[in-house]
């Protein structure tokens, strides 16, 4: 049964469009001001890169080689009791694929420290990558996929984070964080894209139609919504052009506003 607002839309569309128009653009402009924020904290980091790993506090940040990183890890996680927060670009290479801390984090998880994590679409699309991921959720992990995770970085409670030193890559050495301003950042980065990213399709998903509105919501392009649903582009695109005439919708932009003003499409789930 369509709501009193898409009834509204079919009926005075230039209204109801106005209307919704009005609050995604609200949405959008406090979206700019957090991602600027973000991005400062980032850009400042960046600066420090390129001068002595000194602030008022001393130590900034420490460089940490590829080989010394698991043992790192192993130390971070058996002194941090918050959430563990981390971010993947791939698992072809890093130090959380070492044995020791697999272990040592899958022993976290089980007495119950929260974990959360973001994987690549494209992870998720491999046989290897799905059974990676299924065993990290059958310990308890919180996962969520990604079109484009920001880079490879891991956020220890509030405390520190083991960061790529080469943004966006998997394979290079990486840079320790304990400063307090930039560890939030990370936190804030961390929490804004998982808000974002989209959750683990179930295997029994029993409504696929709500499942693809939501994908629309987020902004995704046809060829990304089949991957993500194990559909063909075909049978996306027919499911649109299904859901648009359901909607009485002519073009996408109306039927985002069809959903937007039936409420469809769920808010994002708070961070830890």
């Known amino acids: 049964m369509e709501s009193d607002d898409t009834q509204a839309l079919l009926s005075d569309p230039l209204e109801t469009l106005q209307r919704v128009l009005k609050r995604e653009v609200f949405r959008a402009d406090r979206r700019r001001l957090e991602l600027a924020e973000i991005g400062n904290a980032l850009l400042q980091l960046s600066k420090q890169s390129e001068r002595p790993a000194r602030g008022a506090r001393g130590v900034v940040w420490e460089p940490v080689s590829a080989d010394m990183a698991p043992s790192l890890i192993e130390r971070l996680l058996g002194t941090t009791d918050g959430p563990l927060r981390t971010c993947v670009v791939g ?14 984090a899958q022993a976290r998880l089980a007495a119950g420290k929260p974990q959360r994590a973001i994987y690549p679409i494209d992870v998720y699309d491999q046989p290897d990558g799905r059974a990676w991921m299924q065993a990290w959720a059958d310990v308890g992990e919180d996962q969520r996929i990604c079109m484009e995770p920001p880079s490879d970085f891991a956020v220890f409670g509030e405390s520190a984070v083991l960061a790529a030193a080469e943004w966006g890559t998997t394979d290079s050495d990486f840079v320790l964080i304990r400063e307090p301003m930039i560890v939030q950042a990370f936190i804030q980065l961390f929490d804004r894209t998982f808000e974002r990213a989209l959750p683990i399709p179930a295997d029994d998903e029993s409504d696929v139609d709500a499942a693809l509105l939501r994908l629309l919501a987020v902004g995704l392009k046809d060829e990304a919504i089949g991957r993500y649903l194990g559909c063909s582009l075909r049978t996306v695109r027919r499911r649109i052009a299904a859901l648009m005439a359901r909607h009485g919708a002519q073009t996408r932009f109306q039927l985002g506003a069809a959903v937007a003003a039936s409420g469809l499409v769920p808010p994002p789930r708070s961070p830890f």
């Open 91 to 104: 698992l072809q290479a890093g130090p959380g694929l070492d044995h020791a801390v697999v272990q040592q």
